[in-house]
């Protein structure tokens, strides 16, 4: 693994973690073009996660104020977006955890990211549709509910898609926003949850992830050849910095721009990439080109 792996695999992961366009496909089709189906370092895959959370926590300052202001009872919004977070974790954790393995074993079949991101391109098209038409309407309380509106039912649809999708190259951030928009919100209320909610999920996906690494730590033993930096691999210290730096200013910039794109429904262009993309996966891993068919 060199310096450019490095710098390429935090630039997906830092962009295709918020842009509607599964990070988890794309940073599998990239192990298997980069490393012939091996996966990246443990270690430097947490690294990355940590990366992408700078980047929320940085934009979402403000918002990170309420909610540490809604828990100590000192403001009233913020106390209950924590709890709708908390209630959507629920659902995520359950279905994420009961997925995993099969989740795992999807990694050796990129049709099978293929197939998630043409489910995407479906998701993104009906919730830009509808947002479009909701728009339209002269009536304010027809055109959808702000982030000040969640209910029980909200949090739960919305962590329910993303425990089971995420993984299967089905957009976390994408499938979240729209289901958000399908249980009847403003589509930059939807977003906005997605991107706090995206806080305690990539924290835990990145936790799972660091167990495996811990466990030889703790008991002074070697990595395993699958968990550790391949023999070559220029210095781990420079390739960590590189890929954290490089996910956390590319995820910064992604965020800033779905963020913009969802103030006046403009998801249509990331509908056609995921439907572009997801054929070629599908063509790929049908074939056995590139994993197993």
């Known amino acids: 693994m060199n310096l ?3 710098i390429l695999l935090g630039l997906v992961q830092g962009l295709t973690e918020f842009l509607p366009v599964s990070s988890t496909a794309h940073l599998t089709l990239a192990e298997h073009i980069m490393f012939r189906g091996r996966p990246m370092p443990l270690a430097f895959d947490v690294l990355l996660h940590v990366g992408t959370l700078l980047a929320l926590f940085v934009y979402f300052r403000r918002e990170l104020l309420q909610l540490a202001m809604g828990c100590v009872g000192r403001d009233a919004e913020g106390r209950k977006l924590a709890l709708w977070l908390v209630v959507a974790m629920i659902p995520t954790g359950i279905f994420g955890l009961a997925t995993r393995g099969v989740k ?3 990694k050796d079949h990129l049709w099978v990211y293929g197939i998630g991101l043409l489910c995407t391109a479906g998701l993104l098209f009906l919730a830009n549709r509808l947002s479009r038409e909701r728009n339209n309407l002269l009536s304010e309380d027809r055109a959808g509910r702000g982030i000040g509106d969640l209910r029980a039912s909200d949090a739960l649809a919305i962590g ?10 089905l957009s976390r951030s994408g499938s979240t926003i729209a289901m958000g928009v399908f249980q009847g919100l403003r589509l930059p209320a939807s977003a906005r949850f997605s991107f706090l909610l995206g806080m305690p999920t990539i924290a ?14 703790l008991r002074h033993q070697p990595l395993p ?6 023999a070559g691999s220029a210095a781990p210290g420079l390739l960590c ?3 954290v730096l490089t996910a956390a200013v590319s995820g910064y910039l992604a965020i800033g721009l779905l963020d913009r794109f969802t103030r006046k429904p ?3 262009g990331f509908a056609v990439y995921c439907l572009g993309m997801g054929a070629v996966m599908l063509v790929l891993g049908v074939t056995g080109v590139l994993g197993h068919p």
């Open 4 to 6: 450019l792996h490095a």
């Open 104 to 106: 795992e074993a999807a």
């Open 160 to 169: 329910t898609i993303q425990g089971i999708g995420g993984g299967f190259g």
């Open 204 to 217: 835990a996906a990145a936790t799972l992830e660091l167990r495996g690494l811990l466990k030889p730590l």
């Open 225 to 230: 050849p699958e968990l550790a930096f391949p």
């Open 241 to 243: 910095v590189a890929g």
């Open 266 to 268: 403009r998801l249509n």
